[in-house]
């Protein structure tokens, strides 16, 4: 059961290069939507959460279509620091009051020279 | 303010072995939960906590234990450990587990563990 689906990768783009990674997820009842980053060897860190209306954040936008049910992350003038592995996130109702976050396998972006 | 925090960063066990993964939090988190990270698996929810003395299972619980008794921590034991259990374990933790709009998660730096 594949809930949440990320581009393969791994994305090899030249610095300044504009990137996009795309999500899809397949329990339309989700409720919240967010990217993170995760660098290697390192722990998953809040990026951005992904509205509706759409939404930036410097050089990074993320778009959310809940009919196709579909996200999306743009980065503009990728830099070097920009290398890492973007997870997409869904945040599902489980029961209870409670929600629980579903983690896509990432997409490995390496920003060249 | 050292957020998540958590030991070992690596283990090594044989077959067999039972150990304890220890995580704490200085946030006042209400939320807590122990992930599991393996090549091209992503993270998977081994066990939650929506506040102490609650805990519940998700995903992959079977294997481990856990339990809550104050606010601040929240330990894995793996019973018996096994191969399969080789992986990198997180624990994170957010302010509240009832929003709809979810908290940030905050993840501690992991354990790296090997089960021969």
């Known amino acids: 059961r594949k809930e949440v689906e990320q581009d393969p990768g791994p994305f090899n783009v030249p610095e300044g290069a504009t990137v996009a990674f795309n999500c899809t997820y397949s329990?339309?009842?989700?409720?919240?939507f967010f990217w993170y980053r995760q660098d290697c060897r390192k722990e998953p860190k809040l990026l951005m959460s992904?509205?509706?209306s759409g939404n930036e954040d410097g050089r990074f936008t993320a778009q959310l279509n809940r009919a196709s049910q579909y996200i999306s992350l743009l980065i503009r003038d990728s830099k070097l620091s920009d290398s890492a592995t973007y997870l997409c996130?869904?945040?599902?109702?489980?029961?209870?009051?409670?929600?629980?976050?579903?983690f896509g396998k990432g997409t490995k972006l390496s920003v060249i020279p | 303010n050292a957020g998540v925090t958590q030991t070992p960063k690596f283990q090594v066990l044989k077959t067999g072995q039972s150990m304890t993964l220890q995580c704490a939090q200085d946030m006042n988190h209400e939320y807590m939960s122990w992930y599991r990270q393996d090549p091209g698996m992503g993270l998977r929810l081994i066990h939650y906590?929506?506040?102490?003395?609650?805990?519940d299972q998700g995903e992959v619980p079977n294997g481990y234990n856990v339990s809550r008794s104050t606010t601040e921590d929240f330990p894995l034991r793996l019973l018996s450990a096994a191969p399969s259990q080789t992986s990198v374990y997180f624990c994170a933790s957010s302010r509240t587990h009832t929003s709809a709009v979810t908290d940030t998660q905050y993840f501690g730096p992991g354990t790296r563990l090997t089960v021969l």
């Open positions: 992904v509205y509706s």
């Open positions: 329990n339309s009842a989700s409720q919240s």
């Open positions: 996130v869904v945040s599902s109702y489980s029961g209870a009051g409670s929600y629980q976050l579903t």
């Open positions: 906590s929506v506040g102490a003395g609650i805990t």
